[in-house]
């Protein structure tokens, strides 16, 4: 069984992956693709499935006040993230890769992440005594949120890769690390993704009962990737010219 757990694990590799997920995520969600492998449960339904674990953990959060609500939250945001990783893997093991599943499971990350902040919104303005900063930070932090997938769905499009004359990236693929390390920037970039991915960092915050300023980094990594992302697309599309893809 050790064997079998290790072989697909190997096997259901991405090409570039982040560290966190190589040495703890992907091997904690193999034996769960083994044994899903083994039944006639699709990666498709394992993604929808991922939204059950983070839902009662978010649940815990505005329900229990103290440190127990506080880390069975982040269990189940733990848990949500493994499953998460386990549909991946076992589209690739089971060879039932499609377009289709990568855009469910962005809809599953993009949902996950607006109930995430909303509950710990909630959470920091009722129970950890936040009030009406709380709300506002929260508030804001959704609104950026909102406006960095949107642009995160745009600039994926076939049609934006098209304009511009840069290589389209599907939903579900890893931009690369070694084209971070390329960037001046990259160990901004580095810090940033890691708060991004919030499976990652959120433990961390937890440990310190500090969960208002993951709210507030969080916040701030999506506007500073808002003002990029928007930048890019004006100087690659606000052009002047008569054939610079505007509407007709």
């Given at each position: 069984?050790?064997?079998?757990?290790?072989?697909?694990?190997?096997?259901?590799?991405?090409?570039?992956?982040?560290?966190?997920?190589?040495?703890?995520?992907?091997?904690?969600?193999?034996?769960?693709?083994?044994?899903?492998?083994?039944?006639?449960?699709?990666p498709n339904q394992v993604t929808l499935l991922s939204l059950?674990?983070?839902?009662?953990?978010?649940?815990?959060?505005?329900?229990?006040?103290?440190?127990?609500?506080?880390?069975?939250?982040?269990?189940?945001?733990?848990?949500?993230?493994?499953?998460?990783?386990?549909?991946?893997?076992?589209?690739?093991?089971?060879?039932?890769?499609?377009?289709?599943?990568?855009?469910?499971?962005?809809?599953?990350?993009?949902?996950?992440?607006?109930?995430?902040?909303?509950?710990?919104?909630?959470?920091?303005?009722?129970?950890?005594?936040?009030?009406?900063?709380?709300?506002?930070?929260?508030?804001?932090?959704?609104?950026?949120?909102?406006?960095?997938?949107?642009?995160?769905?745009?600039v994926r499009t076939d049609l934006y890769a098209e304009a511009?004359?840069?290589?389209?990236?599907?939903?579900?693929?890893?931009?690369?690390?070694?084209?971070?390390?390329?960037?001046?920037?990259?160990?901004?970039?580095?810090?940033?993704?890691?708060?991004?991915?919030?499976?990652?960092?959120?433990?961390?915050?937890?440990?310190?009962?500090?969960?208002?300023?993951?709210?507030?980094?969080?916040?701030?990594?999506?506007?500073?990737?808002?003002?990029?992302?928007?930048?890019?697309?004006?100087?690659?599309?606000?052009?002047?010219?008569?054939?610079?893809?505007?509407?007709?």
């Amino acid at each position: 069984m050790f064997s079998e757990i290790r072989q697909t694990y190997r096997d259901s590799m991405k090409p570039s992956d982040s560290l966190f997920n190589l040495y703890l995520a992907r091997p904690l969600a193999a034996p769960l693709v083994v044994l899903f492998a083994r039944t006639p449960i699709t990666p498709n339904q394992v993604t929808l499935l991922s939204l059950l674990p983070m839902v009662a953990g978010l649940a815990a959060w505005l329900t229990l006040p103290g440190t127990l609500g506080l880390w069975l939250g982040v269990i189940g945001v733990e848990l949500a993230y493994i499953l998460d990783c386990v549909d991946g893997q076992l589209a690739r093991v089971t060879g039932r890769s499609s377009i289709i599943g990568g855009e469910l499971d962005f809809l599953m990350d993009e949902l996950k992440a607006v109930l995430l902040i909303g509950a710990l919104t909630i959470r920091w303005s009722l129970l950890d005594g936040g009030g009406d900063q709380a709300f506002v930070v929260g508030i804001s932090t959704l609104a950026i949120l909102a406006v960095a997938l949107s642009l995160t769905r745009f600039v994926r499009t076939d049609l934006y890769a098209e304009a511009t004359g840069t290589v389209k990236q599907n939903h579900g693929e890893s931009a690369g690390a070694a084209r971070e390390r390329k960037s001046p920037l990259w160990p901004v970039e580095m810090v940033a993704r890691l708060v991004s991915q919030y499976p990652v960092t959120l433990p961390l915050f937890a440990a310190f009962g500090r969960m208002d300023l993951f709210v507030w980094a969080y916040g701030v990594v999506h506007v500073l990737y808002a003002g990029r992302t928007f930048l890019s697309i004006m100087l690659r599309l606000g052009r002047f010219g008569k054939d610079d893809g505007s509407p007709s």
